[in-house]
């Protein structure tokens, strides 16, 4: 028995093609729950009416030929449960979700699936200090330039002075503690984004603490690195910021300025005109993915959340393919 394909109907055949594009239009815009609100649907059929309408989105995009890479990993669950991200840098957009993990073989499948053609015309990758994205992109790559993550390099940073900060609290007896408590947020952001009352705050906890004091102003004044043109003078800085590390009693900041030894080449990198990436759109690229995840967080569905990342980046489809 032969069953005609019907061109005006869905995937779903309870749904129009048409519907199902409206749907996934307005899933744009909405949450799932207020779409299935709206159009008195079970949130399921939402979910799959939207996976119809992102899948096309992503079928005529298809795979671009990138030249400068971003390529970082989300978490999908609790626990260490990764997936890569890959973006074309020059488009602004994410086009790879997967690997099962955050291994050289994970980054290994973008490879493959971007084919050698494609894959050749790569010249630079921006990325955080993580061995095996190195090692794939540089065995995948002939000749790829590899570019450190500055905000991800930042992170440490933080991470370094946070800890600093705790191990103040526990030394301090109570009462001296009140200036840090409720602290950390005020310490780990850039000055120019306080407001009046947390500079006010900050100066009433470095007047308290000393090494608190130097710990912020250390972390405040690595960000002059990138402003370098010159790896030379770049150097000059890091081993003069380092320098000062002495005699300071701040081992976390010497456990960073290790690791920025060990990652030189890749921080450095950065350097030369050549290399110039925006890696502020990496970072706005990973804020509005962490968005989508939590607008999909409840949905088992990994393949569903793939989706969302690619196309949540594409332009919405014309009326001419929505009908």
Not at 148 to 162: P, V
Not at 179 to 192: A, D, H, P, V
Request: charged share 30%; hydrophobic share 40%.
């Amino acid at each position: 028995m032969y069953v005609e394909r019907l061109e005006w109907l869905a995937e779903n055949p309870r749904y129009t093609n048409r519907f199902a594009m409206r749907v996934g239009s307005l899933c744009r815009e909405m949450t799932n729950k207020a779409v299935a609100e709206l159009e008195w649907l079970h949130h399921g059929t939402v979910k799959d009416l939207d996976k119809i309408y992102m899948a096309k989105q992503v079928a005529l995009a298809g795979l671009p030929a990138p030249r400068v890479i971003g390529v970082d990993e989300i978490a999908i669950r609790k626990g260490h449960d990764y997936r890569i991200v890959v973006s074309d840098l020059d488009l602004g957009r994410p086009i790879w979700v997967g690997g099962r993990g955050r291994k050289e073989e994970d980054l290994d499948l973008f490879f493959e699936a971007l084919g050698l053609k494609k894959t050749a015309r790569i010249r630079l990758a921006a990325m955080d200090m993580w061995k095996p994205f190195y090692n794939s992109a540089k065995r995948n790559v002939q000749g790829v330039r590899i570019v450190y993550d500055k905000f991800h390099i930042m992170r440490h940073l933080g991470e370094a002075l946070d800890t600093v900060r705790r191990s103040e609290y526990k030394r301090l007896a109570e009462k001296d503690r009140s200036f840090i408590k409720g602290q950390r947020y005020t310490l780990l952001s850039n000055r120019e984004n306080l407001d009046l009352d947390g500079r006010r705050a900050l100066a009433k906890l470095f007047k308290a603490n000393a090494r608190l004091n130097r710990a912020y102003l250390l972390k405040e004044s690595f960000g002059q690195l990138w402003d370098y043109k010159s790896e030379l003078w770049a150097r000059r800085f890091f081993e003069s910021w380092r320098e000062s590390l002495k005699w300071q009693r701040l081992k976390p900041y010497v456990k960073f300025a290790a690791m920025i030894e060990r990652h030189w080449e890749g921080i450095a990198s950065y350097c030369h005109p050549e290399n110039k990436c925006s890696l502020g759109m990496v970072e706005g690229l990973n804020n509005k993915i962490r968005v989508l995840q939590r607008r999909a967080y409840g949905y088992c569905d990994e393949e569903y959340l793939k989706l969302k990342i690619i196309a949540a980046f594409l332009p919405p489809l014309g009326r001419s393919v929505t009908k």
